[in-house]
């Protein structure tokens, strides 16, 4: 079967999360990332997440809050977004993680959970 033409989309539009508590975890969003609201229906949340939109919703019956996704945010200034995660009650998993460096900067890494468990992190250059 031959490849299709490329590219066929346009990117990652939207990602949804499951919640117990789609309001409180929305809230903790807004705290610990400065997303920004751009409605809300039908009990889901929805947030402006750079080009793409986080929905937070009610978790579907019989799955697990969580799983295997880990959504990646790049922070503008590090030491500000760590202690916006921090103080909204993000748990950090480990120190910040060199991936990759280059000339005055290096590509790093910081994994965190929220309050619910979801697993996220910051990931992003930032300067030597």
């Known amino acids: 079967m031959p490849l299709p033409p490329e590219p066929i989309v346009t990117g990652l539009r939207q990602v949804a999360l499951g919640s117990a508590d789609p309001a409180k975890l929305a809230a903790f969003y807004r705290r610990a990332l400065g997303l920004n609201v751009l409605f809300e229906t039908g009990g889901m949340v929805f947030m402006e997440a750079g080009a793409a939109r986080l929905m937070i919703g009610a978790k579907p019956p019989g799955e697990t809050i969580g ?35 280059a000339e005055g900067r290096e590509l790093t890494l910081r994994a965190f959970k929220d309050p619910e468990g979801h697993s996220l992190a910051l990931l992003g250059w930032r300067p030597v």
């Open 67 to 101: 799983g295997d996704a880990v959504l990646y945010f790049e922070p503008i200034i590090w030491d500000v977004a760590e202690r916006a995660v921090e103080a909204a009650g993000g748990v950090f998993m480990h120190a910040r993680a060199v991936l990759q460096q």
